[in-house]
């Protein structure tokens, strides 16, 4: 069953991873000649698991001290051609970049609804288009509360709705909530589900938190022509397809909206090996409404299918860059990498062209040096571009500003976290480094300016409206120019 089933009408929305031989005495010039061997071997050598840039950083000398933040450059990269390429494809060709960082970084929910949203208007000033939506999950944000809708989109849900997912965690990305959907029959349904995920396209911003300070009078999305959406989910041994409902209307959010278009998936979602697929939907028409809903379900009332989000897309309109979240609170490079360890499938999927990471201030508080620091961010490096089958995956290192809180030990190791950042780059030309800390504190962001921390600190770590924005605009005009 692929509707709402006729005739049954849905009850009304609640408020609201030695050897032994004989031996013979040695002359002592075989002695010399064995200690310079081993020591030119020591000087190159690495384990079996080091990833070749690793071992081009042993060569260059890895036990060089790493740098501090004030004498690394404000951005540095042995290729600069290959990220100023990138940025100039975004002119013709929507550029997508993956952002993994911590509670800074999330949003809507989470300290980032301020940061996040200022980074897409930063690149929206330098290309004038929004190309196409982040893709979102299966929760409720919007404007007027806590938390506040995306980048040019909000979603709500409502009970009775979807299951929790079948899909294992570590197979997920963070910022992407995934739920496993029946056709919309309540009691005739597996799971008693009536209302599916409803997702709708705000062009102009208007729900998001308004401490970012970007104007809502602007149509930020290419509304000039079809506009479809790319719809993820993952198979299962006993899986149905996706249902899509578009439901435009004046007044959002509405479940109940006449369905203008509608249809189902193709996609072999019945499958034991587990892979992540995704389809274009139809032309979805406004018919002159303000706003485009779309709403996600299963397409059999006996099984359930694991959407994993949507994303709406501009065919007239590519060009342009759009940065996807997948951060989560208390995040460190470290834990990312055990959470999610097996989310290649979808990070894939995604179609990623870059990635930024910003960690650090988490990374510190579980006492991670900043020779650990850099490890953890270059196994990570690897990762990803295990995911993506490509070894040169481009990738941008971003630096966490000053924070408080720390021990004077912590504090020069966290000092160095933008020169581990630095080395990484040294040995890898397929890395960019945004030295963010020292462009913070060359504006005041540190200890002995108690008076400009007010401002940009709510607390130890996380930033205010305000931080947000100053650090957004920074970090933009250094990786994309002014």
């Known amino acids: 069953m692929v ?5 049954i009408i849905p009850p009304p929305l609640p408020c609201g991873n030695r050897r032994t031989d004989n031996r013979q005495p040695w002359s002592p010039l075989c002695l010399v000649t064995v200690l310079c061997c081993a020591l030119a071997v020591l000087s190159g050598c690495g384990s ?3 990833s070749s840039s690793n071992a081009n950083q042993n060569n260059a000398g890895a036990l060089a001290a790493l740098l501090p933040f004030d004498q690394v450059e404000h951005t540095f990269t042995q290729s600069p051609a290959v990220f100023a390429a990138l940025w100039s494809q975004a002119r013709t060709r929507t550029v997508r970049i993956a ?7 999330t949003a809507p929910e989470g300290e980032g609804d301020v940061y996040v949203p200022r980074l897409h208007y930063e690149a929206w000033l330098r290309y004038g288009n929004v190309p196409e939506t982040v893709v979102a999950g299966y929760h409720t944000y919007r404007g007027q509360t806590v938390p506040f809708a995306d980048w040019l989109l909000s979603g709500v849900t409502a009970p009775p709705g979807a299951s929790p997912s079948r899909v294992a965690p570590e197979r997920l990305l963070p910022g992407i909530p995934a739920a496993a959907h029946a056709a919309p029959a309540g009691p005739l349904s597996v799971n008693g589900q009536w209302y599916g995920q409803l997702t709708i396209l705000e062009s102009n911003a208007q729900g998001i938190n308004p401490a970012a300070e970007i104007p809502t009078n602007v149509e930020y999305f290419c509304n000039q022509g079809a506009v479809r959406a790319e719809i993820f989910a993952a198979t299962h041994p006993e899986s149905g397809e996706v249902w899509y409902m578009a439901r435009p209307t004046d007044l959002a959010p509405d479940y109940f909206a006449p369905a203008t278009t509608q249809g189902a998936s193709n996609l072999s979602l019945r ?7 995704s389809f274009l939907t139809a032309v979805l028409p406004r018919n002159g409404l303000r706003y485009l809903q779309l709403e996600l379900l299963g397409s059999m009332t006996s099984a359930l299918t694991d959407i994993l ?7 007239p309109c590519p060009q342009g860059i759009v940065i996807q979240d997948l951060s989560a609170g208390g995040l460190s490079a470290k834990d990312f990498l055990e959470r999610y360890g097996e989310a290649g499938d979808l990070f894939r999927a995604m179609g990623f062209d870059a990635a930024i990471l910003h960690f650090g201030a988490n990374d510190i508080d579980q006492s991670a040096t900043a020779e650990t620091f850099r490890t953890d961010t270059e196994r990570l490096i690897a990762r990803i571009r295990t995911w993506t089958g490509d070894a040169g995956f481009p990738v941008i290192l971003m630096s966490d500003p000053y924070r408080k809180g720390l021990t004077s030990i912590m504090e020069e190791e966290y000092d160095r976290y933008p020169g581990a950042q630095r080395a990484i780059a040294a040995a890898d030309p397929h890395v960019l480094v945004i030295n963010s800390r020292r462009l913070m504190d060359e504006k005041g962001w540190k200890a002995d300016r108690p008076d400009r921390l007010v401002e940009l600190l709510t607390d130890d770590v996380h930033y ?13 005009r250094q990786l994309l120019g002014p």
């Open 3 to 7: 509707a709402r089933l006729e005739g």
């Open 48 to 50: 079996a698991d080091q």
């Open 99 to 105: 952002l993994l960082g911590d509670s800074q970084e």
């Open 271 to 277: 499958e034991a090996p587990f892979a992540v697929k």
């Open 309 to 315: 989000g949507i994303r709406f897309i501009s065919e």
């Open 464 to 476: 205010t409206p305000r931080g947000a924005i100053e650090l957004a605009e920074a970090e933009m």
